[in-house]
Every structure is written in structure tokens, then in C-alpha cells.
């Protein structure tokens, strides 16, 4: 019980909890200037090594490169959700003792003494919006905005359920990403083209396949990306289909799957490869739509056809560069040998060539979109802890108690005393106002 | 097009015009008490408003989005919002009329700035739309003009500590002047919290994910932390006066780097809006 109480005392020091919002603020400032691993692309996390090796093998060491799943950042984490949790338990205890206590200590009360009879004062006192919460041998009180008290209980209620729902979904999530051209399906069991999951979550496996049907997309006249949607079809095992359309902030919400379109999409053209040797693969080439009609859109890939060779292309939407609604894809393909070009090859639907001694054709082009599976909950709570602090900390800021407490003293006068609880000095004038009419009647003899 | 632009800049221009004139009457009319030119100063700041808010609104019909893409639409908000929230709280508290000697310029300097860059068209991205991200804009917006506002407090009890002006001394009392600064330090604190919240909304709706330490989303919760911070400074550790306008104008120009350096980051996926 001591221990416990020692606890409780250390996690409610008002010390302990600036040093928590410190050593947080401390771990999001390390977490900003060195590049967290799981921001980076490799390529990226390649040149923060190469740019600056002592310090990349420093954080590394001390895992600064992944600073929010840091045992360090889930002790703070753990700390806070503790000092929050008895901070929630006493400020329940204040707010209730506050707002229906007869009287409490804290900060002094404006006092002064009228012959204005008691039942008139609290008479005025209630048509100028103070509420009676509770009356005694001590006198009647009131207040204005008795809510006010539990503005901090809430605020920090609410950040206590944010904390608590986020980590649980922190936790227990499952999230896929994948890059899916028309016609193609991506089966139970299929590897994610970037997966995430909790520390309690099982590998992310969808109990159906999905088949991209189309894609459509819309643009600007400026170019900018207006809409992308894409039409799926669920299969299950009896193979039974069930056609969903998702969208950019369309969400498609699917026997507990958050499906989200990605703004990812462009043209997949697939091309038959004939090596030195003879042999024919297909390779699927996914490039990203380009941005202007006169712009090209690059895509590399490294050892696809061997160690040493790399696979260049880029192309236009419309060969004429004009526009983006004359759909009639180009691709141009370019080879290069341990650094060295071999040369370059114009492709269309069709049409076929060869660059040193392989020989390509271009067999037909689809397109192709981004799609995001999630599944997790308790996202509820996160938006509901939201919703409590948004309207504790109002409460809290926008509504500051004012008490009045009214009682009769031995020699018949009524003695009023008058505070706010917080920022006084701003409402000062209701009590100015308090004063000049209870003491209007004396002033006029 | 060029005509319509040639307009909106026209009228940038004539609204800048009359924040510069509030600008000079007030300063004149605080600092030599006249009351009839600061009288003055604020009809030439509502004139401005009048005009600078018909220049948003029409070029919102325009461009069909919030003035919320490009950088002279993120300014130019900015500096309406300013604007109106000074408005909306001299009512509420009168005694904070003075910090119009800061917000008036504020005002005009950004709407100058805005109307340096080029007012061209921006497409609005796929994700841009919905009511979560028109609160988590406009609370930011608010956000700034009533850090604003606690930023001019702050600055008059510094002021105030060194000289012995007498404009100064028409001023609030000190103690009076700390409070104002603390009490719309907290307006800015919930404001801030709020367009965060809203922020995270947003993301889950287009992202599936409501945070993502973004360097933009984690820089606006280290911002908030140190509002957080100086706030419980103030509450729980009694810290008042000079040391605590000092750490608020500190936080202030952290909600700067915050709102406007953030944004420019190469990696955030907030930057491609704010190209």
C-alpha cells in the first residue's frame, strides 16, 4: 500500500509529468533529424549511410533509426499513460468535490458585506447565469459554469483513451499495400508489395482473392490528379464474385477490411524477352502515369534480365505529347551493361526490336492502381478520446468557473465572496457588477 | 485569365494599402493617444478586410477550392484570419485592442508577401476534400491569430521591463499584460489541438492511417508539446513575467517553423500541396 502510494505520488508530481513531456518532446526532436527506417526507401536509407557514417552507425547503435518503437519511447509512453490514469482518478475526486462541496480551499475570495437580504442576492445572482450547487451552515454557493470543473478531468480522460486506443491499434494492426494491374488478382497467401503489422498481429493474409477489374481517373485541366477509382471483384472460395468500387477518400469497407485507393496508378505494359540464350520470359514493367503530357515517366529495373544489366523505360500517354485523353501508350526501352549503354528501343502495342543481343516485343499494356488494405480497430476510440479532450480542454479554457457564496453574518448583513477559478483578473467585471448592485441601495441611502 | 489576375492582384494591392494605413493610424493614434486616428485605424483595417475578402472569395469561385493550395493562398488566408480574429476577440475583450500595433502589420506583410507569388492556378489533389480538412486548415488559421495575439502580449511585457516609453505606459498593467499572453497562449494551444485532431481525421479518411510521423504532423505535435509545456509552466510551476514572455516567443517562433518551414519538407506528404 506505501509502495503504491509512493507511486501514485511520484506519477502526479507536477515534476515527473513536465520531465515526461520533456523526454516525449526530446524523442520526436531526435526522431525528426534522424531519418526513421521505417520513413525511408532504401535507396534513402543507402544515402543517409553514405552521407553521414558515423552518426548512421551511432543511431543504429543506439536505435535512434526507429526512435518510436524504442523500449525507451514505450517506458515514457508507459509512464504517461500511468501518470494520466491517477491524474484522471484525482481530478474525478476534485471536479466532483468542486462542483457539488459546500466550500474548499484554494484561491481567495473578493469579499464584501451588503444589507441587500440573501434571497435577493441569489435571486440576481441566478438571473445573471449562476447556477445554486450547494448549500450549507457555511451559506449558499453558486456558479457560473459549474462545468468548468470538469474540463481538465476530460482533457486528460480523453488523452488517456487516445493513447490507450493507439496503442492497441499500434499493436494489433495489419496492413498491406500493393500495386494491382487490370485483370490480375492477388490471392490469399500472395506477398504484399509493403506489409506493416503489431507486435500481436499474425502475418496480414486475406481470407478472399481480389481481381482489379478497371481503373479509371480523371485529371484537371492543369494536369493535377482529379479522381482515381478502381473496380474490384472479391472471390471466395466457392467462387462466388462480389464487385466494390474504391476511391481516392472513398473508402471501401469490406467484411472488416478498410480498403484505400492509393493515388498510385499508371500503366503496366508487358513485354516478352528473349535472352542470348533463348529463353522467353514476360516481365510485367508497372510505370507511374506521368505527371504533363509532355513529361515522360522513368522507370528502372535493376538485374531484371541478370546481374549487371539495367533495365530502363519510360513513356508517354499520348506519343503526340498532347494530351492525356488520347490514350495510345509508348514505351521506350533502354538497356545498360555494367554502366555502359547498349542502346535503346520505341515500343508499341505490337511492335518488337532488340538492343545488343536481346529481343524484346510488346505484347500488350493495361492499367494499374494502388490499393491499401488495412484491418484494425479501435480507431473508434481514438476519434472518441478526440472528441473528449476537443471538449474538455473547452470546457477547461472557454468556461472558467465563477463561485459565489452568500451567507448571513451575526449582525444580519449578507457577506458575498466572489472568485473565478481561473484567470480572474479577465471576469473581473462581473464582479465589479456583483458589488455596484448589491451595493447600490447603501450608495442611495 | 491574365484579366482576372490583373483584378485579384489590383485588389490585393488595395487591401494592403488599407492595412498599411490601420497600420500607421494606430501606431500613431497608441503611441501620441489619439484616440479619434486610432478610431480611424480600425475602420481602414475593416475597409481592408472588406476588399481582402472579396478577393478570396472570388478567387475561390475561380480556382473552385479554399484558399488553401498555393503558398500566396496560404498568406493571404493567413493574414484574413488574423485579421478577423482580432476582431472577433477585441470584441469579446476589449482590453486587447492594443495588439493591433502587431497584428495590423502582421497582416499587411503577409498579404504583401502573398501577392509576390505567383497567383496561378492550383489543381486541387484527389485527397483534398472533405469537411475535416476544411477544420483542420481553418483551426490552424485561428490557431496563428491568437498566437498572434499572445505573441504581441508577450512582446509588450518585454517592452515594458526596458522602457519607460509613454506609449508603453498607456499600455495594460504588467500584470494584466502576462495574463492576456497566458490566457490566449491556451485559446492557441486548443485551436492547435484541434486542427491536429482534425488533421488525423482527415489522414484516416484518405490514408488509412491517422498518424504517421510525418515530419509535418510531428513537428506540429512538438509545437503543441512546448505550448503544453509553457502552459504548465505557468499553471503548475507559477512561472510569470518576463521568464515566461521569453519561452512564449520561443514557442511562437516554433509554430512558425511549425506552419510555414515544415511544410517544405521534400519527404512530408503535406509537401506536394505546398509547392
Known sequence: MQLMNRIKRFLLSRTTILTLIILALGSMLLGSFIPQSFLLTSNGAAKWHADYPTLAALAERLGLHHIYTHPFFACIMLLAVGALLFSCIEQFKISRRRTFGEEFSGRKYEEFETPVDPGSVTSWLRQSGYISVSSGKKGVRLCRHPWGYWGNFLLHVGMLIVIASSLWIALTQQRGMLHLAVGESFHPGDQWLSTEKGLLAKDFVLDRSVRLESVSYEFWPTYGVKNVASLLTFQN???????????????????????????DFGHAFYVEVVDPAGVKNTYQLLLAHPEKPDKPSYGDFPNMLGPGRLLRAKYFVDPEKRSFARENPQLVLRMDENGTQLGQLPLSIGGEGAIGRFHFRLIKVDKWSGLIFVKFFGIQGVFFGFLIIIFGSILNYFTPPREVIVRVLPDGETKISWRAVKFSEFYRDEFDRLKTEMTKEEANG | MDKTIAVIVVLNWIAVFSYVLATVANVYGVLFKNDAVELRSYWAAWTGMVVHSAVILYWWRIVGHGPYMAPSEVLSSDAWIAICVYFVFSRIYPRIRSTSIIVFPTAFL?????????????????TFGGIWLVFHIAFYKIALGTLIIAFAFSIFFLLKGRSRAPWLMRLPEPASIDLYAYRFAGFGFIFWAIAMLAGSIWAYKSWG????????????????????????LRRFFRWSGEKAAWFFVFCFIMSLVSLFVTSHMGSSIHAEYFK
Open chain 2, 209 to 232: 492511417r491517422f498518424w504517421g510521423w510525418d515530419p509535418v504532423e510531428t513537428w506540429s505535435l512538438i509545437t503543441w508539446l512546448f505550448f503544453g509545456i509553457y502552459l504548465h
Open chain 1, 237 to 263: 472460395k466457392q467462387n462466388a464474385g462480389e464487385q466494390r468500387t474504391v476511391g481516392v477518400n472513398n473508402i471501401l469497407y469490406y467484411q472488416g477490411l478498410s480498403i484505400y485507393q492509393a493515388v
Open chain 2, 110 to 126: 503577409m498579404l504583401a508577401l502573398a501577392n509576390f507569388y505567383n497567383p496561378g492556378i492550383r489543381s486541387l489533389p484527389p
